[in-house]
């Protein structure tokens, strides 16, 4: 009898196991800077950023895993610098880092978001390349008024197209990690919080989950303070 139990709570204990939901992340990477280097797995938790997990780069590869409480937004560091944004989530992950470009397969939200990224990128890409062909223009013997006419309509269709991009990106993923992610993201790079148009925009058509966000409301409230004392000056 008391076999009996043991092996049944034995299976219950294997059951209960096997239903935990676990991540699992594969990294290669060629570049030799990271070999013997430590990286880190952050998240944002009360406003810090927390590591979830390290490990070590030996011959070019690394590897994450653990317990998945909930999906995350997280970023990979390598001592206290950003290497690239991914998505814990549950099943096979695989991390791809070149001298080029960093990619993420393995996943429905990491796969969505790379796609992003690389579309974003495109649109990146194309607005760097203008005051090369500024040059090239001008070495071609074009008028420089109409260089810099045409230059500036290409510039604002890019920077249109790449503002639109992510606003529906945002908006199209509101309600999971990837609309807040992306969110902290766009308005890391501002020296300090304000509401853009491309802001303003998000907000009027967000959802709860989104606003309610940890960064997205203390980016907000922040912001809106900033904005109040700029108009304030402005009227003095």
């Not at 594969?26 to 009360?46: A, E, P």
């Not at 653990?66 to 206290?80: I, P, R, T, Y």
């Not at 796609?115 to 040059?135: C, G």
């Not at 071609?140 to 503002?163: T, Y």
Request: net charge negative; aromatic share 8%.
């Amino acid at each position: 009898m008391n076999k009996f139990f043991y092996s049944l709570f034995a299976v219950i204990v294997l059951v209960a196991s096997s239903c935990t939901k676990q991540y699992q992340i594969q990294g290669n990477s060629t570049v030799k800077d990271l070999d013997g280097r430590m990286l880190f797995l952050k998240v944002v938790k009360d406003g810090a950023l927390v590591s979830i997990d390290s490990c070590e780069v030996v011959h070019g590869k690394f590897k994450f895993s653990g317990k998945l409480d909930s999906v995350m937004m997280a970023n990979l560091f390598m001592d206290e610098t950003s290497v690239m944004p991914l998505v814990v989530e549950s099943g096979k992950i695989s991390i791809q880092i070149d001298q080029a470009a960093q990619s993420v397969s393995g996943g429905h939200l990491n796969e969505c978001l790379y796609d992003f990224i690389h579309q974003k990128s495109l649109y990146d890409n194309l607005l760097a390349e203008l005051p090369h062909r500024e040059s090239q223009m001008i070495m071609d013997g074009l008028d420089h008024d109409v260089i810099l006419a045409e230059l500036n309509r290409e510039a604002e269709a890019l920077s249109k197209s790449s503002d639109s991009l992510v606003v529906d990106f945002i908006s199209r993923n509101f309600d999971n990690v990837l609309g807040p992610g992306v969110f902290m993201i766009l308005t890391s790079a501002f020296p300090y919080p304000i509401i853009t148009p491309q802001i303003d925009s998000l907000m009027e058509m967000a959802s709860d989950y989104f606003k309610n966000d940890a960064y997205v409301s203390e980016y907000m409230n922040v912001a809106r303070e900033n904005m109040e004392m700029m108009l304030s000056k402005q009227k003095q």
